[in-house]
Each structure stands twice: as structure tokens, then as C-alpha cells.
């Protein structure tokens, strides 16, 4: 699953939008109803890892957060507050992603190189049922009170998969590679990007696609501000662009080298954006792309994830570790 930092300000568009960068209460573009902080910026101990190779990453609503190791073809618990971890949990051949249902009962896991959507009861933590929907899983955006998982593979085509039965019920064919994915608050739009260089916007109940935006480059990460408004599209090739979410038409480009692993603070105010192959993980304010801190952690850094209080981050680093920033 592999795949010049400089920095200018938005257009016009959002230069009249302001933001509080100080940890705490903030307005400004992507703020929405969710918490109203973000990590302060301090750079914590990584928790380390006996090997695997650490990939995706994800939050449960309880807190305990879910890691999938690629070469150990499992989902590792981790509890932040303890700093332990718990037993693995076999997850398919190179688990790729993983997301929770709204309970925090249920994990599903992709398997990137054994095309399957596997099941993960979190109580037990004993794997459960799973479904092929390809030849390659994954990334996975789940509609939570919709009862549908939507699954990407390398094929070039968007996989919608029923949680109540586990069973996939329709494909969307978009082309290339696709390797960012996430879906809006009211899950009635899906966005996609592709290794070719597009993004798309994809009706979500209709599989029909409503926009495209041809933003060159290797697009990865894909997601959207808290307030629905921006989609922000990491970019291997050197940058990460800011769209409207409701056109896909480009509001502004921040250069930022080797951008993969992408997330916005719940909050809205920042970006934190991974950079694999330097080791390192950016935070940019999100109104104006400035640097605020870089966070040389060495390593592999993939995804990002954020608790539910927006207050701590963690990174899965594929040197075996993952990093917290508090």
C-alpha cells in the first residue's frame, strides 16, 4: 500500500473567514457543531509497536483505538490512557483500513491484499463475519445510519456493502486507482479520489456521479471540514488542494511535500497532513495553509486519527509506533 514546503493563503473566498489557532473555542472555515479544540501540539512518547507495520488507524467512540498492522494481518487495541495493548485480532491479508460503527460494537477492516470487508465484534475482540467485494480493499466510508459501507479498490470502482446482512449490493465504476474516501455528515455524498490525478462526487443513494474535478498529480487522502464546506485532497505530488465541496471548483493549492495521511482537527482549524517518505507530520492552519508545527518523527507516518474531544491525535507509523500529539 504505497502509494518544498512552502506555504500561501487562500483565495478570496476564505480570506475574510477567521480562525482561532490557539488550542480552545474556535470559528472559522470547516468549524462545526463537534468539539471546539484541537491538540495543543505537544509531541508525546510514541507507543511502541512489536512489529507489523502499522497502517490505518481509527478512534472507537469508548476511546480505545484500533491500529491495522500489515504484515501481522491483524487490528491491534490500544488503550492511549494506559498506554497498553491489547491482544491482535486477525483482520484478513494486509489489513488496509479500519472504521467503526456508531455503537463502537463493531470494527470493519479492508483487506487489501485478500479483497474482503472483515468483521471485528469490539467487546470480544474476536473477529466475526466477512465479505469479498474484490480483488483489493481498501479504503472504507462508513454511512452510519444508512446501514451502508462504501469500499474502495484499486480496480477503480466504489464497492457498497449492506452492514446488516454484510452482503454487497451495488458497485460504482469510476476508473484509476482509488485511494481517498470519505462520505458528508448527512451520508448523501461520497468523495473519491484516484491515483489518475480526479476527484469525484458521487451521490450517495443513486451511485451516480455529480461532479469531478481533474486536480492532476497523485491524489490520496480525502476529507472534508467539519461544517461540510471544504474538501480537502492530499496530493503525493507535492500539495494538498482546498475545493468547495458543493462544486469541486478550487479555492487554493498549500505545497506541501509527499502529502499521503490527511485530517482536519474536529474543530476545523488545522490540517494535519503525513509525509512518508520525510518522516514527518505538518500541521497547517486550515484558512491560510501557514505552518503552524512539523513533527519530525521519523519513521513511515500513514493516517491520522482524532478522540472524540478533538484533543488528542495519533498517527500510525509504519516504524512500528504509533505517535500521540496532546
Not at 73 to 96: E, F, K, M, Q, Y
Not at 218 to 236: E, H, R, T
Not at 259 to 282: C, H, I, K, N
Request: charged content about 10%; hydrophobic content about 40%; some cysteine.
Amino acid at each position: 500500500m504505497q502509494t518544498l514546503r512552502t506555504t500561501t493563503t487562500l483565495a478570496a473566498a476564505l480570506a475574510s473567514l477567521s480562525v482561532i489557532t490557539a488550542c480552545g473555542k474556535s470559528t472559522g472555515p470547516g468549524s462545526g457543531n463537534g468539539p471546539s479544540a484541537h491538540p495543543s501540539g505537544t509531541l508525546g512518547a510514541p507507543m511502541p509497536i512489536a512489529g507489523g507495520r502499522p497502517f490505518g488507524i481509527a478512534f472507537a467512540p469508548t476511546g480505545i483505538v484500533y491500529v491495522t498492522l500489515q504484515d501481522a494481518n491483524s487490528v491491534l487495541p490500544i488503550d492511549l490512557a494506559t498506554r497498553t495493548a491489547g491482544a491482535l485480532i486477525p483482520a484478513g491479508a494486509d489489513p488496509g483500513d479500519v472504521a467503526f460503527d456508531l455503537t463502537g460494537r463493531t470494527a470493519y477492516v479492508s483487506g487489501y491484499n485478500d479483497g474482503y470487508v472483515h468483521t471485528i465484534d469490539v467487546n470480544s475482540g474476536t473477529p466475526r463475519d466477512s465479505v469479498r467485494v474484490a480483488a483489493n480493499a481498501y479504503r472504507l466510508a462508513l454511512a452510519r445510519t444508512a446501514q451502508q459501507l462504501f469500499v474502495s479498490s484499486e480496480d477503480g470502482t466504489v464497492y457498497v456493502v449492506s452492514t446488516t446482512n454484510l452482503a454487497v449490493t451495488d458497485s460504482i465504476p469510476l476508473g484509476g486507482p482509488l485511494q481517498g474516501m470519505t462520505l458528508n455528515a448527512s451520508a448523501t455524498t461520497l468523495y473519491a479520489s484516484s491515483t489518475d490525478g480526479t476527484v469525484f462526487a458521487i451521490d450517495a443513494a443513486t451511485g451516480a456521479v455529480t461532479d469531478t474535478a481533474a486536480v492532476g498529480g497523485s491524489p490520496q487522502d480525502v476529507a472534508l471540514s467539519p461544517d461540510g464546506k471544504l474538501l480537502y485532497v492530499a496530493n503525493q505530488t507535492g500539495w494538498v488542494d482546498v475545493l468547495d465541496a458543493n462544486t469541486l471548483a478550487p479555492l487554493h493549492r498549500f505545497t506541501i511535500a509527499d502529502a499521503f495521511g490527511m485530517r482536519p482537527t474536529p474543530d476545523g482549524t488545522q490540517l494535519y497532513v503525513t509525509s512518508p517518505t520525510l518522516g514527518e507530520v505538518t500541521v497547517l492552519d486550515a484558512a491560510m495553509g501557514n505552518v503552524i508545527s512539523i513533527f519530525n518523527i521519523g519513521g513511515s507516518p500513514r493516517r491520522v486519527a482524532f478522540d472524540a474531544a478533538g484533543t488528542t491525535a495519533v498517527i500510525a507509523n509504519e516504524n512500528n509506533e504509533v505517535d500521540v500529539v496532546n
